[in-house]
T-cell receptor, first 115, second 113 residues
Framework: AQSVTQLGSHVSVSEGALVLLRCNYS??????LFWYVQYPNQGLQLLLK??????LVKGINGFEAEFKKSETSFHLTKPSAHMSDAAEYFCAVSESNFGNEKLTFGTGTRLTIIP | EAGVVQSPRYKIIEKKQPVAFWCNPI?????LYWYLQNLGQGPELLIRYENEEAVDDSQLPKDRFSAERLKGVDSTLKIQPAELGDSAVYLCASSLPHGVGYTFGSGTRLTVV
C-alpha cells in the first residue's frame, strides 16, 4: 500500500526566505508524485508532478521539487517566499503506471509567511 | 475552459436529513473522482468513475452514501441520512484517460448540525 508522510503540520518562514516542505512516500512500484496547494475555501491546485525522467521538477509560482529514490523523498522548495504563498500544501503519491488511479495524500503542511 | 464545477459551495443540514452534491467535470475528462476532506486532513478517495462506470468504490460507505454518473458526464453524490461525522469538504475532480494529475473543483463544505 502507498502512503505519504509530511513532516511538520505547520511551517513558518519570513518573507524572502527559503521555503522547504518535506514529503516522504512509500510505494511498492515506481511512484508518480504530486504537490498540490490549497488556499482557504478553495479546491486543490496542482503545483507540480513527477512521473519519469528528470528528477528535479519545476512547477508554478516558482516552486520546484526533487525526487530522490534512495531517500523516498519529494521535498518542495522555493528560493524566496512571498506573502501569497501562505496556504496549505499537500504531497500525494499514485502507484498506477497509467496515472489515473487513486491518489494518496499526506495530511498537509500549513505554510505561514512572516512579513 | 471552465474548470470542474461543484454545487452548492456550502450546505448546512440537520442530522438525519438527506443531502446531495453535484459535479460537472471538465469537458472531455472521462475520469471523475469524489474525495472527502476532513478538517486538517488530506483528501481521501470515495469513488472513481471511468465514464459512467464506478471502477473503485471500495471506500464509499454504502449504507448511507450513493453516487451516480449518468451518461458519463455530470455526477451526483448523495448522503442519506446525514450524520454529524459527515461534516467535511466534498471534493470532485476529473482527468483525461491515462493522464497524470487531476483538476479539482472548489468543493462543497457540508456542516451537519
Amino acid at each position: 500500500a502507498q502512503s505519504v508522510t509530511q513532516l511538520g503540520s505547520h511551517v513558518s518562514v519570513s518573507e524572502g526566505a527559503l521555503v522547504l516542505l518535506r514529503c516522504n512516500y512509500s510505494s511498492s512500484v515506481p511512484p508518480y508524485l504530486f504537490w498540490y496547494v490549497q488556499y482557504p475555501n478553495q479546491g486543490l491546485q496542482l503545483l507540480l508532478k513527477y512521473t519519469t525522467g528528470a528528477t528535479l521538477v519545476k512547477g508554478i509560482n516558482g516552486f520546484e521539487a526533487e525526487f530522490k529514490k534512495s531517500e523516498t523523498s519529494f521535498h518542495l522548495t522555493k528560493p524566496s517566499a512571498h506573502m501569497s504563498d501562505a496556504a496549505e500544501y499537500f504531497c500525494a503519491v499514485s502507484e498506477s503506471n497509467f496515472g489515473n488511479e487513486k491518489l494518496t495524500f499526506g495530511t498537509g503542511t500549513r505554510l505561514t509567511i512572516i512579513p | 475552459e471552465a474548470g470542474v464545477v461543484q454545487s452548492p459551495r456550502y450546505k448546512i443540514i440537520e442530522k438525519k436529513q438527506p443531502v446531495a452534491f453535484w459535479c460537472n467535470p471538465i469537458s472531455g475528462h472521462n475520469t471523475l473522482y469524489w474525495y472527502l476532506q476532513n478538517l486538517g486532513q488530506g483528501p481521501e478517495l470515495l469513488i472513481r468513475y471511468e465514464n459512467e462506470e464506478a471502477v473503485d468504490d471500495s471506500q464509499l460507505p454504502k449504507d448511507r452514501f450513493s453516487a451516480e454518473r449518468l451518461k458519463g458526464v455530470d455526477s451526483t453524490l448523495k448522503i442519506q441520512p446525514a450524520e454529524l461525522g459527515d461534516s467535511a469538504v466534498y471534493l470532485c475532480a476529473s482527468s483525461l484517460p491515462h493522464g497524470v494529475g487531476y483538476t479539482f473543483g472548489s468543493g462543497t463544505r457540508l456542516t451537519v448540525v
